[in-house]
């Protein structure tokens, strides 16, 4: 089945520096969607960004990923962290085989940022 | 914002007693997703639906939890049956279609504790 990879359990950095969260992925499928949500404590995941064309920069709320099938990565990246992106990161995807098209999610990346 | 509602947004059962959540979807989304995140952050996708059928479940979903989707009623994911592992954040997630290029929103989720 698929699977995802996040390698950094916990990231901690000072306001203002860049981040990158790695998100390497598994799949049979050729037809997948890629996202990254986020979570603050206590709320509801959101989506962040989301991508399935191959090395294409995605963007959003000053985050851009893109996605490279040649290494099964969609990183995570940040220029310059604010201490309101402290949370948990979560790369998923979504494959369009079969029925339902449910989300297979890495275990999270914990941002935390220090002022 | 999602417009996801789950309630309650915390339970707290014996084991062996019976623990259900409800989930009303975004207005228009046919698609629902019930998920579980364990304390590890860990997610499991359990079930869902396109209006009211069952697309996909995982079999730990087919023993000991039911969920339906009714018309013009809430969702509901109930544990028949509740086991300390079953200790987690139950999130209920909602979608406009099925496919790549639809995010799922997520509700705050329900926590449940199993005594």
């Known amino acids: 089945g698929d699977s995802v990879t996040q390698t950094e359990g916990l990231v901690t950095l000072t306001e203002g520096l860049p981040v990158k969260l790695n998100c390497t992925y598994q799949?049979?499928?050729?037809?997948?969607?890629f996202f990254w949500y986020v979570q603050h404590l206590n709320e509801a995941p959101k989506l962040l960004l989301r991508?399935?064309?191959?090395?294409k920069r995605t963007e959003h709320q000053g985050f851009h990923a893109t996605l490279h099938k040649s290494s099964s990565s969609f990183h995570l990246q940040k220029s310059s962290v604010q201490l309101s992106d402290s949370a948990l990161y979560f790369c998923?995807?979504?494959?369009?085989?079969?029925?339902?098209?449910?989300?297979?999610f890495g275990i999270g990346t914990r941002v935390l940022v220090r002022p | 914002n999602s417009k996801v509602i789950q309630t309650p947004r915390y339970l707290v059962k014996g084991q062996g007693q019976k623990a259900k959540m409800r989930c009303i979807p975004e207005?228009?989304?046919?698609?629902v997703f019930w998920y579980q995140q364990n304390k590890n952050n860990e997610f499991k996708f359990l079930i869902n639906?396109?209006?009211?059928?069952?697309?996909?479940q995982i079999d730990m979903t087919e023993k000991r939890f039911s969920a339906e989707c009714p018309s013009n009623s809430p969702c509901s994911l109930e544990i028949q049956s509740s086991e300390a592992g079953d200790s987690a954040l139950y999130l209920c997630?909602?979608?406009?279609?099925?496919?790549?290029?639809?995010?799922?929103?997520f509700g705050p989720g329900t926590r449940l504790t199993v005594l």
């Open positions: 997630a909602s979608s406009p279609g099925l496919g790549g290029s639809y995010e799922q929103y």
């Open positions: 799949t049979a499928y050729s037809d997948v969607a």
């Open positions: 991508s399935s064309t191959d090395n």
């Open positions: 998923a995807l979504s494959d369009h085989m079969g029925a339902g098209n449910k989300l297979t």
């Open positions: 207005k228009g989304h046919p698609v």
């Open positions: 639906f396109q209006n009211q059928e069952v697309l996909q």
